[in-house]
């Protein structure tokens, strides 16, 4: 695995006085995903569960639902000016029979700030959706949903070293954490989080609430539906088309989550 900190030299000002400090950066760096050695994906995130981040990325696209359907994933030879292994390139196979997600459309090439670049319309979701999440029982107390963010802050291992990372949380319905992961790329973290959790044979995720950092964007609501996430909450803005992805699938949808105050655009009565 890469570096996820590097340490730089920086000119601190503070009014006159001007010092040289060393500061610590979240790094990051891109990663192609490559399907039976055919590129699908590059992205820039922060190197660390990566695999998960494939994983996480194929349950999102609707390629995979369990560990079963990924046989194989290892890093490639991808090298430095030194000859180290970058660990930036990575090849997985799917299992007889699972379809590798169409790039006739479209080559995936996902920012830091954008995870679905190129998705055409809220039908591509409601076809692909393995689990209707509309039924799901989760109930959660006001005081927990607003509790939440403070919850994921206290897991932002990394955050507290650079200020510069994106997080994700899967919580119960009385708040405790049960999963939390990092990355300079809000959907990354998401996938990184969703990964690890078919890796381990526990999707659908139901009666969880997805915590992030952050706004709530349309590729975020697509994230946990596709996970069967009955419940995702950030401490910024929805999207409208996060809303209307929230409102159509049944995913009770909250934002603006400040000190006792949230902001509930989807499914508010599951917030007892």
């Known amino acids: 695995m890469g570096r996820v900190t590097d340490r730089r030299k920086v000119v601190r000002l503070d009014g006159r006085e001007r010092t040289t400090r060393a500061d610590t950066l979240v790094v990051e760096e891109p990663l192609e995903i490559r399907v039976g ?140 954490l049960i999963a939390a992961r990092e990355d300079v790329g809000r959907h990354n973290a998401v996938d990184k989080l969703i990964g690890s959790a078919v890796r381990d044979d526990r999707l659908p995720l139901r009666e969880t609430i997805l915590m992030v950092s952050g706004r709530a964007s349309f590729e975020l609501v697509q994230k946990a539906v596709m996970a069967g996430i009955p419940a995702l909450a950030a401490v910024s803005a929805p999207s409208s088309l996060a809303a209307d992805l929230a409102a159509e699938s049944g995913l009770t949808l909250a934002g603006f989550l400040r000190g006792d105050t949230v902001n509930l655009y989807a499914r508010a009565d599951r917030i007892a």
């Not at 590129?39 to 079963?68: I, K």
């Not at 490639?76 to 090849?91: K, Q």
Request: glycine share 10%.
């Open 37 to 176: 050695g055919e590129s699908l994906l590059v992205t820039m995130r922060t190197p660390g569960d990566d695999f998960d981040l494939a994983a996480g990325f194929l349950v999102s696209e609707g390629a995979v639902a369990e560990s079963a359907h990924i046989t194989t994933m290892r890093f490639c030879a991808g090298t430095d000016e030194t000859g180290a292994n970058t660990y930036n390139l990575l090849d997985l196979r799917l299992a007889p029979g699972i379809a590798t997600p169409s790039t006739a459309k479209r080559l995936f090439a996902a920012t830091a700030a954008c995870g679905i670049c190129g998705k055409e319309s809220l039908d591509d979701v409601r076809t692909k959706a393995r689990w209707s999440i509309a039924d799901d029982p989760l109930r959660v107390a006001p005081e927990t949903l607003t509790s939440l963010p403070d919850g994921l802050r206290a897991a932002q291992r990394v955050f507290d070293r650079t200020g510069g990372l994106h997080a994700a949380g899967l919580f119960t319905s009385d708040g405790r």
